[in-house]
């Protein structure tokens, strides 16, 4: 009796430490969530802060006149002549129209300076689709230069930066306002064009294209293969020492550094098999290296996870082994190895190391057109822009890493759902 | 069995595809350049130039160091090689006998202009005025020892750890900071070059430091290239945007990087004078700022009518809208040679005269 008071007595008086101790225990729980939380928000907030002017770019209004004799073209139809004719000179002509008390070599050569080297390309293309706009005249937007456009977007912000225009330029810009004649459009080159070293014509669309074409390289390799080993290991191998070494080389190579798998695909792939560097084939093949293990790792996971019963019942029926693997443990385990892929996948688009040793690591302009085509891929591009010295790259170096942290976003929710989804309990 | 066959399939046409790629490679209709990360700016804007002009397709540019690029150039002839690449510094004897030894016999060199490096500080910062010898001393891992630290055992031509903690010993012109210098590592071109000219350029005005070089080139090399490594001088990374950031955040701090980062960023960041001459263009242009390097790059004779547009791609780089003074790669930041070794490399690049091996290389 006696005892018994004693022992409730030493529980009362420990019970409210230990409800402290409970309630500290939670309370690091959350800290420690809400600081990754934070991390994340302070990460998001300063990618979207500085990236957010990428999407929309700097246009001056020109009135272009399709002058046969300042072009140089004799005949509208010889390819030759319109490849070569004097584009650049219809743009001065037009800012020289617009700006009329502009005199003196370099003067002009300041106001020359305001629009992108691009509108010439682009009247050419114009021009050369529909020739018979020869003689005829058009008001046209066209892209400003990138120190316009960084000077223009930081006067809407407060702080302009005058650092690359002067203040001649700084008067012209301010009479395009007056009139008008300049503002920030939509822009849409940079979902579409290739990358450029000038960053108002710069573009992810090659390197979207790029990491594209190789993980679709890299899916069609390492998904079969990836199952195809996943299902010997789990219901053909024999258990020996061979099949327990393959196992631990398996999880090993899991977590191998990335840049490994560069060193062997340049030495495999490049340097042996005598594949061309800087093509979605190769930056597949070494991302396949990379990503099996993973896929390997999770198919097996989801074969495991279908219960022997299953098996049974259909051997019982008297399906063979093959058969029993084919129509009943695959479809089942199916989802498991989906996610397994797409986690595997998500992983391979983030990758620069590997593909760092084989030439993807490149300044390419033109849009690859299929897998043996030199291309790049987006996180690439983000590490070549974040290294270039134009400041215009800053935003744009930010912009792209919003683009490849939705595709992730994307696939890693789809992997979820997948498994939500499908997912079926025993 | 019908599965199995199904297998075989799938590995028979990933076989054929990586067959029928290397095909493709045997008719490479770009072509293909690599080497140093300082010229990549240029070379990069001279490439897309080349290919939105609609002369051929754009040529591909990898970001290899001027060293990697040297080791892929000099691999050998044939189209898995790239055709140029290019070097912030000269082709060294080595890297030359290297190409003679794997059949790369005939090579055109290209000298394309000048980058300055520049010491610079947060605009909130006094301007820094040094001279190499301030730098060779404040950065160098050994140094003579300073009078304060002579007795009968270390003389003025004893070398001694770098002692220096502040600007102010080292110069007594100088402020009173702590010696803080941002830089690239070893691995960057930027840093054998800050080596070579600003570091070199101060260790050889001490003349004893000077006669040694008769004797024994590779010490006289270590003391005057080798930077201190006790937490004075900062390896911040290949990335100059990175060091430009932490300058702003740091004010105190020195930084070393290329002038077209200065040039870029001339609201943040300040170049520091050396010798009495601020880094600017014209200064860099007339060789009077001393801390500038030439920039190179090397063409594959024997590619030429192999690999198409590699002449037209030569004909872009060394015309005047290009190189000139008044030039797009000078918008981009690249110092132009004068006039008279301009036209001396144009006239080299149209009759495609190779090096012979008798050039003064290193």
New interface residues.
């Given amino acids: 009796m006696n005892k018994d008071a004693d022992t409730t007595d030493r529980i009362k008086e420990t019970l409210a430490r230990r409800y402290r101790a409970e309630r500290r225990f939670r309370f690091y729980g959350v800290l420690a969530i809400i600081f990754g939380l934070f991390c994340v928000v302070a990460l998001f907030v300063d990618i979207v802060s500085k990236g957010h002017g990428a999407f929309r770019q700097t246009f001056i209004e020109i009135e272009v006149v399709y002058d046969a004799e300042v072009l140089g073209v004799s005949d509208p139809n010889d390819a030759e002549q319109m490849?070569?004719a004097d584009y650049e000179g219809v743009v001065k002509r037009a800012l020289s129209r617009k700006f009329e008390n502009v005199s003196g070599r370099s003067e002009r050569?300041q106001l020359n300076?305001l629009i992108s080297?691009s509108a010439a390309?682009d009247i050419r293309d114009k021009l050369v689709a529909d020739p018979g706009l020869l003689g005829t005249r058009e008001t046209i937007w066209v892209l400003a230069d990138d120190d316009v456009d960084t000077y223009y977007k930081s006067v809407a912000s407060g702080e302009p930066?005058?650092?690359?225009v002067n203040e001649l330029q700084q008067a012209w810009i301010d009479q395009l306002q007056e009139h008008e004649e300049i503002r920030l459009q939509f822009n849409r080159r940079f979902f579409t064009s290739g990358d450029?070293?000038?960053p108002e014509q710069a573009g992810i669309g090659g390197a979207t294209i790029g990491s594209f074409l190789t993980l679709l390289v890299t899916l069609v390799?390492s998904f079969?293969i990836g199952v195809?080993a996943a299902v010997y290991l789990e219901e053909f191998a024999p258990k020996n020492r061979w099949t327990d070494f393959i196992e631990v080389n398996i999880n090993n190579l899991a977590a191998v550094p990335s840049i490994i798998f560069g060193l062997l695909g340049l030495a495999i792939?490049i340097n042996f098999?005598?594949?061309?560097?800087?093509?979605p084939?190769i930056g597949g093949?070494v991302l396949t290296l990379m990503t099996l293990p993973t896929i390997i790792i999770s198919s097996r996971a989801a074969i495991k996870s279908v219960p022997p019963s299953i098996r049974e019942a259909a051997i019982g029926m008297g399906a063979s082994p093959?058969q029993v693997v084919?129509q009943h443990v695959l479809p089942l385990a199916m989802p498991g190895m989906l996610t397994g892929a797409i986690i595997g996948m998500a992983q391979a688009l983030g990758e620069t190391a590997p593909l760092l040793m084989i030439?993807m690591?490149?300044?390419?302009?033109?849009l690859p057109g299929g897998?043996?085509d030199?291309a790049t891929v987006l996180p690439v591009q983000i590490f070549?822009w974040?290294?270039?010295?134009?400041?215009a790259f800053?935003e744009r170096t930010s912009a792209a890493i919003m683009i490849l942290l939705s595709f992730l976003i994307t696939m890693n929710t789809v992997a979820v759902l997948l498994r939500r989804r499908l997912e079926r309990r025993w | 069995m019908k599965h199995n066959a199904k297998l075989m399939a799938i590995g028979l046409a990933t076989a054929i595809s990586v067959g029928s790629s290397n095909s493709h490679a045997e008719a490479r209709d770009y072509i293909s350049i690599v080497g140093s990360s300082t010229v990549y700016p240029f070379a990069t804007v001279v490439a897309e130039r080349f290919g939105k002009s609609g002369r051929g397709a754009t040529p591909k540019v990898e970001s290899t160091g001027s060293g990697g690029g040297m080791k892929l150039f000099c691999a050998g002839v044939g189209t898995s090689h790239p055709d140029i690449t290019n070097a912030s510094r000269r082709m060294k004897k080595s890297e030359f006998e290297t190409c003679q030894k794997n059949g790369v016999k005939d090579v055109v060199e290209v000298l394309i202009g000048f980058d300055g490096i520049v010491l610079a500080n947060s605009k909130t910062a006094k301007q820094m005025n040094l001279s190499r010898k301030d730098i060779f001393l404040a950065l160098a891992k050994k140094v003579p020892a300073p009078k304060g630290m002579q007795d009968s055992f270390t003389t003025a031509t004893t070398l001694v750890d770098n002692p220096y903690k502040t600007w102010k010993e080292v110069n007594p012109a100088l402020p009173d900071a702590k010696i803080e210098v941002l830089g690239p590592p070893p691995t960057s071109g930027t840093r054998d070059a800050f080596a070579e000219l600003a570091l070199e350029g101060g260790c050889k005005s001490f003349d004893w430091i000077k006669a040694i070089k008769k004797q024994d080139k590779s010490q006289y090399k270590k003391i005057c290239h080798t930077v201190r490594e006790d937490g004075h001088y900062i390896e911040a990374g290949e990335n100059d945007n990175l060091i430009v950031q932490k300058l702003v955040a740091n004010p105190k701090a020195l930084g070393v990087f290329g002038f077209s980062f200065l040039d870029q960023n001339s609201d943040k960041v300040q170049g520091s004078k050396i010798e009495g001459v601020p880094p600017t263009f014209d200064s860099i242009a007339d060789k009077s700022y001393p801390v500038s390097r030439p920039l190179y790059f090397y063409v594959k004779k024997a590619h030429i009518g192999v690999v198409p547009g590699i002449k037209g791609y030569l004909t872009e780089f060394t015309s005047e809208k290009a190189w000139g003074p008044e030039g797009y790669l000078a918008e981009k930041g690249m110092i132009p040679l004068p006039d008279d070794s301009r036209s001396t490399f144009a006239s080299n690049v149209k009759s495609l005269k190779v090096m012979t091996g008798k050039e003064d290389l290193h």
């Fill in positions: 490849a070569f050569r300076r080297s390309y930066f005058t650092g690359r450029s070293r000038e390799l079969p195809a792939f098999f005598d594949v061309p560097r800087s093509i084939i093949l093959m084919i030439g690591v490149a300044f390419i302009v033109d897998f043996t030199p070549l974040a290294d270039s010295p134009e400041r800053v």
